[in-house]
């Protein structure tokens, strides 16, 4: 969850807001598309990062009158849980992405922000793209939601209309199938 700065107009007071003066949903937009748009990069490559983004926000944009400004303060689990339902509409490129990854292990979006590193890091990347590639929708979306978007799992419920319950048992067997895989590249690199 953001931190709120004193002063500073919060989500749902932007959405509300929104609806006076639809301007000032660009707030919200400056607050939570930098992020997003990183999370969606590096879950379908920056070849769609920006329409999914800029989707996802028209659709915001579109919905806010439906939006729970009483309960929901924050609105990013909202936002995510829009680019979720965009980015299962692209599952083969988000595959094709991580295979890529194996073959290569190179992840062209985090390449930019780090140095090369060894070779090792390289092969541990490409595990982890098999690994991903290998899950579920269901449960690659509630682990890359806690793991790159840093939501809490009352957070990943509310984005993607689930119960915690059910975000538990995913991450749970997301986590054990992600291990599993890593350890059994381990054991082939190390051996």
Do not use: C
Not at 45 to 55: C, E, K, Q, R, Y
Not at 58 to 65: E, N, P, V
Not at 104 to 133: C, H, M, S
Not at 175 to 186: K, S
């Amino acid at each position: 969850m953001i931190a709120e700065e004193p002063g500073r107009a919060g989500d749902a007071e932007l959405i509300r807001r929104s609806e006076r003066d639809p301007e000032a949903f660009a707030d919200l937009f400056d607050r939570h598309a930098p992020a997003l748009r990183r999370y969606v990069a590096r879950r379908l490559g920056d070849a769609l990062a920006d329409d999914i983004v800029s989707d996802a926000f028209l659709t915001a944009f579109r919905r806010r009158a439906h939006y729970d400004t009483t309960n929901h303060p924050d609105a990013r689990p909202w936002l995510y849980g829009i680019a979720a339902r965009l980015i299962s509409r692209h599952r083969r490129v988000e595959l094709r992405f991580y295979r890529a990854l194996v073959r290569t292990g190179v992840d062209e979006i985090a390449e930019p922000y780090a140095d090369r590193v060894e070779d090792r890091v390289a092969a541990r990347q490409a595990g982890l793209a098999a690994a991903l590639a290998e899950l579920s929708p269901g449960d690659r979306e509630v682990l890359l939601l806690v793991a790159w978007a840093d939501m809490t799992y009352e957070d990943v419920a509310r984005a993607l209309n689930i119960p915690v319950g059910t975000v538990r048992s995913r991450l749970h067997r997301a986590r054990a199938r992600t291990r599993q895989a890593l350890g059994d590249r381990e054991e082939s690199l190390d051996g």
